[in-house]
C-alpha cells in the first residue's frame, strides 16, 4: 500500500520569505513522486516529479523537491516566494508502476504581501 | 480544446436523486482518470479508462457509482440515489498514453453538493 503525509495543513510566510513545504511517504516498492498546485476555482496543475534519476528535482515556477530515501521524504521548496505562489499544494506518490495516484490532504500556502 | 473540460461546474441534488457528471479529456489522450476530492481532503482515486476500457474501478465506493466511457473519448460519471457523503468536488484528468510516468491534465473539476 502506498500513503502521503503532508505534514502542515497551513503554511503562512512573507512575499520574498523562502518556503519548505513537506511530504513523507510510505510505500513498500519503488515511487514515483508528485507535487502539484491548484489555484482557486482551477483544477490541479502538476509542478515537478520524481521518477529517478538525480535526487533534486525542479520544476516550473521556481519550485524544486528533493527526494530522500533514507527518510522517505520529498519535500518541496522554493528560495523566494511570491503573491501569486498563494494556492494549495498535494504532494502524490504512485507506487510499482501503477496508473493509480495517491495524494495527501493537502498544504494551503499564504503569501503574506 | 485546450485542456480538459467538466460540466455541470456545480451541481446540486436532493438526496435520492440521480446525478451525471461528464468530463472531456484532452483530444487524443488514452487515459481518463476520476478523483474525488472531499471538502479539505486530496483527492481520491475512483476509476481509470484507458479509451473506453475500464481497468480499474477499485476506488468507487459503493454500487451507486458508475463510470463509462462508451467511444474512448467523453466520460461520464453517475451516481444514483445521492447521498450527503457524496458531496465533494469530482475530479476528471487525462494523459496521453497509460505509462504513469506520463503527466495528468486535471479538469476544474464539478461540484456536487447533495442537500
Known amino acids: 500500500a502506498q500513503s502521503v503525509t503532508q505534514l502542515d495543513s497551513q503554511v503562512p510566510v512573507f512575499e520574498e520569505a523562502p518556503v519548505e513545504l513537506r511530504c513523507n511517504y510510505s510505500s513498500s516498492v519503488s515511487v514515483y513522486l508528485f507535487w502539484y498546485v491548484q489555484y482557486p476555482n482551477q483544477g490541479l496543475q502538476l509542478l515537478l516529479k520524481?521518477?529517478?534519476?538525480?535526487?533534486l528535482v525542479k520544476g516550473i515556477n521556481g519550485f524544486e523537491a528533493e527526494f530522500n530515501k533514507s527518510q522517505t521524504s520529498f519535500h518541496l521548496r522554493k528560495p523566494s516566494v511570491h503573491i501569486s505562489d498563494t494556492a494549495e499544494y498535494f504532494c502524490?506518490?504512485?507506487?510499482?508502476?501503477?496508473?493509480?495516484?495517491?495524494f495527501g490532504i493537502g498544504t494551503k500556502l499564504q503569501v503574506i504581501p | 480544446g485546450a485542456g480538459v473540460s467538466q460540466s455541470p461546474r456545480y451541481k446540486v441534488a436532493k438526496r435520492g436523486q440521480d446525478v451525471a457528471l461528464r468530463c472531456d479529456p484532452i483530444s487524443g489522450h488514452v487515459s481518463l482518470f476520476w478523483y474525488q476530492q472531499a471538502l479539505g481532503q486530496g483527492p481520491e482515486f475512483l476509476t481509470y479508462?484507458?479509451?473506453?476500457?475500464?481497468?480499474?474501478k477499485s476506488g468507487l465506493p459503493s454500487d451507486r457509482f458508475f463510470a463509462e466511457r462508451p467511444e474512448g473519448s467523453v466520460s461520464t460519471l453517475k451516481i444514483q440515489r445521492t447521498q450527503q457523503e457524496d458531496s465533494a468536488v469530482y475530479l476528471c484528468?487525462?494523459?496521453?498514453?497509460?505509462?504513469?510516468?506520463?503527466?495528468?491534465?486535471f479538469g476544474p473539476g464539478t461540484r456536487l453538493t447533495v442537500l
Open positions: 502524490a506518490v504512485s507506487s510499482g508502476g501503477y496508473q493509480k495516484v495517491t
Open positions: 484528468a487525462s494523459s496521453l498514453r497509460s505509462a504513469v510516468l506520463l503527466e495528468k491534465f
Open positions: 479508462f484507458q479509451n473506453e476500457a475500464q481497468l480499474d
Open positions: 520524481y521518477l529517478s534519476g538525480s535526487t
